[in-house]
């Protein structure tokens, strides 16, 4: 479990987080949603310590992180896996070295047990046979799954993932989101996502917290989404066609 | 004087929190055979042709009867061990290593690769810089003897083919009153230089911010200030050392 106490941060004279709090439970997919702009890779930095709040405090469990020593904080970050938005590859290394990367730095498996341990995350993003292409020959869709795969090979209990379906195909959208929500449930890890894909947000949205310019104001689950009562939700929510017409059948 | 302060800090910060000795050794061979194979050819066709043109333009301006031949070759070697070798080289030696160093570094700072590291536990600046700096400690001195064997390599063949002076005399001035300690004062130099170009370079490039214009700026200053430095600590050391 993660719990985050009123984060804020400033950019210059820009203040792009205005005190966040909230919590982000052991399990089940927690999402960050909201429009462009509006903080939430910001956030999601905050919370892994890339980027050093002005203002408040992040709890793994029962340690807090942002004014944790070098040695805590290590200790924390070996246990989370991140996607950045971009996927972060290492461009200098082959897919599969940027998969096993974790696993030659953070631990001591031997050789025949990694390889193994990277074609079944490869595998399970769907990517059997890559492993010797490097990332400028793969498509952007392609570098977004090989970082999931990066993300969970090392079996965290933290998942971050910055829109992990951005610029990714409907079908493989949900097979991402799928995959998420599996590995989730089935390690009873914590996940934080961050997306503005209503697809994502009915799929798997067990715990969703709306960022709207720098302030959250609407919390709740993907059932409650309909009648939130909060006009800015409602304006991101039926931004979308096919909510606005679901929302005329009730 | 602040980023002076920060780049202090930044070589401070390489030293704490380091991988397995394993890692490092690892990384610093395989900078070491990018640095040596990426800037060989360049070294050596700049230093052949240093070597043969400071010999002919030397002659040239040795007209007095009254100076020996030899003096010519004796010259080249000391211009070539004291300054040609380990400067000049080293300026272009900051152009081609240090804008590289700067815009890789630059581009995986833009592109997130290193918040990856930061995410994974590990200091990026000294799992990605230190080795930088090792292998460019190492290997600089090496080139800068290349270069100074090769200038002279290439003064001889300049010398003899224009016949501006025999081979005989040529290699008599390249022994007569020789002082080993130029070359030491060269290898000195060059590990310095080698550092400043390495540290200046990766600091530029790791805290790039923006995009693509800033990694360019980010290499362009690189070279610019390792170029400073290089000739402002060439001055001193030989203020210090000779
Ligand atoms: N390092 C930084 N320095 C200055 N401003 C920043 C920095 N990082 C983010 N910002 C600003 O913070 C605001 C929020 O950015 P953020 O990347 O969190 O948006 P986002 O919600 O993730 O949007 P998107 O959905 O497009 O990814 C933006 O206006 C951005 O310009
Ligand atoms: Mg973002």
């Known amino acids: 479990m993660i719990k985050i106490e009123n984060i804020k941060k400033t950019f210059g004279d820009k203040e792009v987080l205005k005190g966040i709090s909230g919590t982000f439970e052991k399990g089940k997919p927690n999402l960050i949603i909201g429009s462009s702009g509006t903080g939430k890779s ?16 992040v709890y793994y469990g029962d ?38 990367f974790p696993l030659n730095v953070l631990t001591k498996m031997p050789e025949d047990e990694k390889l193994d341990r990277v074609n079944f995350c490869l595998q399970r ?81 067990e715990n969703i917290m709306f960022l709207y310019k720098g302030h959250k104001l609407w919390e709740g ?12 939700f409602d304006d991101f929510v039926f931004a979308n066609k096919v909510m606005r017409k679901l929302k005329k059948m009730d | 004087m602040e980023s002076l302060g920060k780049y202090f800090i930044f070589l401070g910060s390489l030293f704490v929190n380091r991988e397995t000795f394993k890692t490092y050794f690892k990384l610093t061979i395989d900078e070491c055979v990018s640095i040596g194979i ?10 052949f042709f240093m070597g043969a043109v400071t010999t002919i333009q030397t002659a040239y301006n040795l007209i007095n009867p009254l100076i020996p031949d030899y003096v010519i070759s004796l010259v080249v070697r000391d211009m070539t061990i004291l300054e040609l070798a380990p400067t000049i080289i080293g300026v272009i030696f900051a152009g081609k290593v240090g804008s590289s160093m700067a815009s ?29 700096i090792l292998g460019t400690v190492l290997m600089y001195p ?31 001035g390249m022994r007569f009153d020789f002082n080993e300690y130029t070359v030491t004062f060269a290898l000195i130099k ?27 700026q980010s290499s362009t200053a690189a070279v610019t200030q390792s170029v400073i430095a290089i000739l402002l600590a060439d001055y001193l050391l030989a203020q210090l050392l000779l």
């Open chain 1, 42 to 57: 910001v956030l999601l930095k905050c919370i892994v310590g890339l980027v050093k709040p002005d203002e408040g405090l």
């Open chain 1, 63 to 100: 340690k807090e992180f942002t004014h944790a020593d070098r040695d805590l904080k290590t200790e924390i970050r070996r246990q989370i896996g991140m996607l950045f938005q971009g996927g972060a590859l290492f461009d200098s290394k082959t897919v599969e070295q940027n998969v096993m």
């Open chain 1, 125 to 205: 993003v769907g990517l059997e046979n890559q492993n010797d292409k490097m990332p400028s020959e793969i498509s952007g869709g392609m570098q977004k799954r090989v970082g999931i795969a990066r993300a969970i090979v090392n079996e965290s209990s933290y998942l971050f993932c910055d829109e992990p379906n951005s610029g990714l195909d409907p079908q493989t959208s949900i097979l991402i989101d799928e995959l998420i929500l599996e590995i989730t449930e089935e390690y009873n890890i914590t996940t934080v996502v961050v997306t503005h894909d209503m697809n994502s947000v009915l799929g798997i949205g």
């Open chain 1, 221 to 232: 689950n993907k059932d409650e989404i309909m009648d939130s009562g909060v006009k800015e």
């Open chain 2, 38 to 47: 990426g800037s060989i050819f360049l070294v050596s066709l700049v230093s």
């Open chain 2, 104 to 132: 890789g570094l630059g581009t995986m700072r833009i592109s997130e690769q290193i918040d990856a590291l930061e995410v994974m536990g590990i200091n990026s600046a000294s799992y990605l810089v230190l080795p930088k």
């Open chain 2, 142 to 172: 090496m080139l800068v003897i290349l270069a100074g064997l090769l200038a002279m390599a290439g003064g001889y063949l300049a010398g003899v083919l224009t016949e501006v002076i025999t081979a005989t005399e040529y290699v008599y």
């Open chain 2, 190 to 216: 060059s590990f310095v230089f080698a550092f400043l170009v390495a540290s200046i370079s990766s600091y530029k490039g790791y805290y790039t911010t923006g995009g693509a214009v800033e990694v360019g």
